[in-house]
T-cell receptor
Framework: GAGVSQTPSNKVTEKGKYVELRCDPISGHTALYWYRQSLGQGPEFLIYFQGTGAADDSGLPNDRFFAVRPEGSVSTLKIQRTERGDSAVYLC???????????????FGPGTRLLVL | AQSVTQPDIHITVSEGASLELRCNYSYGATPYLFWYVQSPGQGLQLLLKYFSGDTLVQGIKGFEAEFKRSQSSFNLRKPSVHWSDAAEYFCAVGAYGGSQGNLIFGKGTKLSVKP
């Protein structure tokens, strides 16, 4: 597609429920990132994929969070036993992944706004 | 640890006035620096980036930023603000080395534009 897309755009769930957030990166981009943006804060890194593998998951806050990218394209961020503190905008970004990663432009999707009641 | 500070939470300027948004970073080596803009309901859009070379970087929408190593700053400027520039602006540093490459963002500066 033309840009990074994320679904759903909004998700309301109840405390303790399980949610899945989907990201479709730009076609051909091998690097994919998840960030979380809480109210009044800048985005915070969660996890980075290069291809199908999670190359860096140091930003995941705890074991309730995990993400997959089974075919190296679409990624799903999964949150188990959601808590009210998980409420935030979850952003996905992708980059070409072919060069020095720190220099690559990351292209962001519009985000999924998650509200845990 | 790397960090980015944007000292101004909210700035209001009149349309047509000049703009400067401040950004200070903490990093042990020459950083890779970025400015992103976020409009309501939109994803983050890259305005400009600095890797090396000329310390004055031109970006889209008439924005520019200047890297000042001595001040650890990367301030964003625009000579004449338009109403459509109202948005939130984020400065970020891209760490490098090892498995890093993730962006570290500041908390953002919200820009309001008065008619």
């Amino acid at each position: 597609g033309a840009g990074v897309s994320q679904t759903p755009s909004n998700k309301v769930t109840e405390k303790g429920k399980y949610v899945e957030l989907r990201c479709d990166p730009i076609s051909g981009h091998t690097a994919l990132y998840w960030y979380r943006q809480s109210l009044g804060q800048g985005p915070e890194f969660l996890i980075y994929f290069q291809g199908t593998g999670a190359a860096d998951d140091s930003g995941l806050p705890n074991d309730r969070f995990f993400a997959v990218r089974p075919e190296g394209s679409v990624s799903t961020l999964k949150i188990q036993r959601t808590e009210r503190g998980d409420s935030a905008v979850y952003l996905c970004a992708s980059s070409q992944g072919t060069g020095l990663r720190s220099r690559e432009t990351q292209y962001f999707g519009p985000g999924t706004r998650l509200l845990v009641l | 640890a790397q960090s980015v500070t944007q000292p101004d939470i909210h700035i209001t300027v009149s349309e047509g006035a000049s703009l400067e948004l401040r950004c200070n970073y903490s990093y042990g080596a020459t950083p890779y620096l970025f400015w992103y803009v976020q409009s309501p309901g939109q994803g983050l859009q890259l305005l400009l980036k600095y890797f090396s070379g000329d310390t004055l970087v031109q970006g889209i929408k008439g924005f520019e930023a200047e890297f000042k190593r001595s001040q650890s700053s990367f301030n964003l400027r625009k000579p004449s603000v338009h109403w459509s520039d109202a948005a939130e602006y984020f400065c970020a540093v891209g760490a490098y080395g090892g498995s890093q490459g993730n962006l570290i963002f500041g908390k953002g500066t919200k820009l309001s534009v008065k008619p």
